[in-house]
Structure formats: structure tokens, C-alpha cells
């Protein structure tokens, strides 16, 4: 049995790696998409010569900070739901640095007289996550607004989550006795791999939440999570990169119109390209 914890968590690990690589890597090769107007106020496509002014990477870096830390938008269109969301993600950004924080320390520094400060934050982050992700749920259940176009797999990912962090807490008390010391010693067993026992023949409340975490990177490849990496959160939503001459975007273009129309209506006939069809439109 705990061999098969062992090897279903690292071929997750694996798993989810491969698999994040390969859908992002069909993200950068799909088609050029059509740029729509998104901007609520005043656009930078109102100005003169737009293309011309140096590009404000500060104020990208600004927007895209408020919008995945703090979750902007949520909290302009629905601050209930925002109060819950903020909850989650705070605890689970705190989880993050709980859990680096567990593994240097565990493998560089003596820990045998760790005192409770870590334990006590490692649970305040857990709580934040809980209440925050419990919250999500019952509000995507009963909000009709929310759950209106909310596939219902999504369900299921947020009752996984809850049992991971959930699993987590009760190992941590139960298993670990809320022993800072007697905790980091076992991450760095199982960091260092100095003890394969304890790998092969887990006991059941750690196997239980890294069970749960398997599953969960099992999903996160195919999770909408994944829409927010590195460049392309920017390049869909606020994809203002001018078409230069001799650019990427001009290649893409030259490539598309280039391409056979291979359907025809009132307005368009088949048989010819894409830029050939452009060369006939006369102004209006």
C-alpha cells in the first residue's frame, strides 16, 4: 500500500509536469487570435501613433499584480464572493512560503529546538484557505449567477482541495502532535530519502494528504489555473503589442493570410486565399 502512495505521488509529480509543458507549449502555437477591445474607459488605441510610444511595462506589472494577488476584478463585480476568494488565496500563498519554509529549514538548519511560531502559522495559513475555499463552494452552490455557466467537474476541484488541506491540518495535529521538531524531522526524511521505510510504509494520515495532493496534480494540468503563465495572462487580456514590420505578429499574419478559404457565403467565395479576398474589399 504505501508503495503505491510512493509511486502514484512522484508519477503525479511527473505527470503534471510533462503535462503543463505540453498544454503551454499548445498555447504558443496556437493562431494568432483576434485582438477585441476590452478596455471599460479610455484605450491606448485612442491615441495618435500608439504603436509609437515605448511600451509601460510598470503599469502592466501593476495591473497584473492587482488582478492576481488581489483579485481586482472579483472584488468590483462581486465583492461577496471577493471576501472568500481573497481568504483562499491569501492562505494559500502563506501555505506556499509555509512549505518552503519547512523544507530549507529542514534540510540547512538544526531544528531540534523549533519553537511553535512556524506551527502557528502554518495553521493560520490553513484556516485562511479553508474558510475561504469552504466559502467558494457553498457560494458557486447557491449563487445562481455563479454556478449559471460553472462546469460541474470545477465541483469536484474545490472538495478535492478542501480534503488536501483538510488531511494536512489533521496530520499535522494528530500524527505530529502539533511537534514542530518531530514535523521537520520527517520532511527531511523525505526530502533526503535517508529512510525509505518511512516512504514505503507511510503512516496513514500523511499517506492520506499526499494522496489527495496526487490527485490534485493529476487535475491542475487541465485546471483553468493554468491560463495565468508567465506571458500569456497579459498576451490574452491585454494584448497591445504593435504589428512592426519584420515582427513575429507580421509573420503570423502574412502566415494566416495566406491560407486557402475553404467555405464560401454571400460575402465570400472559395477557392482563393485569405489575402487575396482582403486585395478585392474596396472602401466604403
Known amino acids: 500500500m504505501g508503495g503505491m502512495v510512493l509511486f502514484f505521488f512522484y508519477g503525479s509529480i511527473l505527470f503534471c509536469v510533462i503535462a503543463s509543458v505540453v498544454r503551454m507549449t499548445k498555447y504558443a502555437r496556437a493562431p494568432l487570435h483576434l485582438r477585441w477591445e476590452l478596455y471599460r474607459e479610455s484605450s491606448v488605441y485612442e491615441l495618435t501613433d500608439w504603436w509609437k510610444s515605448p511600451r509601460r511595462f510598470g503599469e502592466k506589472l501593476r495591473e497584473m499584480?492587482?488582478?492576481?494577488?488581489?483579485?481586482?476584478?472579483?472584488?468590483?463585480?462581486?465583492?461577496?464572493?471577493?471576501?472568500?476568494?481573497?481568504l483562499f488565496h491569501t492562505g494559500l500563498y502563506l501555505l506556499f512560503l509555509w512549505h518552503l519554509w519547512l523544507f530549507i529549514t529542514a534540510v540547512t538548519l538544526p531544528f531540534e529546538s523549533a519553537g511553535s511560531r512556524g506551527l502557528v502559522f502554518g495553521h493560520v495559513a490553513t484556516?485562511?484557505?479553508?474558510?475561504?475555499?469552504?466559502?467558494?463552494?457553498?457560494?458557486?452552490?447557491?449563487?445562481?449567477?455563479?454556478?449559471?455557466?460553472?462546469?460541474?467537474?470545477?465541483?469536484?476541484?474545490?472538495?478535492?482541495?478542501?480534503?488536501?488541506?483538510?488531511?494536512?491540518?489533521?496530520?499535522?495535529?494528530?500524527?505530529?502532535?502539533?511537534?514542530?521538531?518531530?514535523?521537520?524531522?520527517?520532511?527531511q526524511v523525505q526530502v533526503t530519502f535517508?529512510?525509505?521505510?518511512?516512504?514505503?510504509?507511510?503512516?496513514?494520515?500523511?499517506?492520506?494528504?499526499?494522496?489527495?495532493?496526487?490527485?490534485?496534480?493529476l487535475y491542475l494540468p487541465?485546471?483553468?489555473?493554468?491560463?495565468?503563465?508567465?506571458?500569456?495572462?497579459?498576451?490574452?487580456?491585454?494584448?497591445?503589442?504593435?504589428?512592426?514590420?519584420?515582427?513575429?505578429?507580421?509573420?503570423?499574419?502574412k502566415e494566416h493570410l495566406n491560407r486557402p478559404i475553404n467555405w464560401s457565403a454571400p460575402h465570400i467565395q472559395s477557392g482563393k486565399r485569405w489575402g487575396e479576398v482582403i486585395a478585392e474589399v474596396k472602401d466604403l
Open 65 to 86: 499584480t492587482l488582478d492576481i494577488l488581489f483579485l481586482r476584478e472579483f472584488y468590483h463585480r462581486n465583492k461577496s464572493f471577493w471576501y472568500f476568494l481573497f
Open 127 to 187: 484556516g485562511l484557505s479553508l474558510v475561504g475555499g469552504s466559502g467558494i463552494l457553498i457560494k458557486r452552490i447557491v449563487d445562481g449567477e455563479l454556478n449559471l455557466h460553472y462546469p460541474r467537474t470545477h465541483y469536484l476541484k474545490w472538495v478535492m482541495i478542501l480534503l488536501v488541506l483538510l488531511a494536512g491540518f489533521l496530520a499535522v495535529v494528530f500524527h505530529f502532535d502539533s511537534n514542530m521538531p518531530k514535523l521537520l524531522r520527517y520532511v
Open 194 to 217: 535517508r529512510d525509505m521505510e518511512h516512504k514505503l510504509y507511510p503512516a496513514l494520515a500523511p499517506a492520506s494528504h499526499v494522496f489527495f495532493v496526487s490527485f490534485w496534480l
Open 222 to 253: 487541465f485546471s483553468h489555473i493554468l491560463q495565468i503563465s508567465f506571458r500569456y495572462y497579459q498576451h490574452l487580456r491585454w494584448d497591445d503589442v504593435p504589428n512592426r514590420k519584420g515582427s513575429t505578429i507580421e509573420r503570423k499574419v
